[in-house]
């Protein structure tokens, strides 16, 4: 099973993206469960990373 994901702006501008591949049989609801598992953990890290840059801005 692969997956992916793009963060975008309200422009349409990609700010990230990223994706990976699981070796396996999935039925349709697991499968849909790691996909919400792993947009979880990429929109954490990029909040995160979006703080840190306001940070360094002195925001």
């Known amino acids: 099973m692969g997956y ?3 963060i975008r702006d309200d422009d349409g501008f990609v700010l990230g993206g ?3 591949f699981n ?3 999935f ?3 697991e499968a849909e469960c ?7 953990e ?3 890290k990029f909040w995160v ?3 840190l840059k306001l ?3 002195g925001w």
């Open 34 to 40: 790691i996909a919400l598992e792993k947009i979880i």
């Open 4 to 6: 992916g994901v793009i």
């Open 49 to 51: 990373m979006w703080l």
């Open 23 to 25: 070796e396996g049989r």
């Open 55 to 57: 940070t360094m801005l």
């Open 27 to 29: 039925s349709v609801l």
């Open 18 to 20: 990223g994706g990976d």
């Open 42 to 44: 990429v929109a954490d």
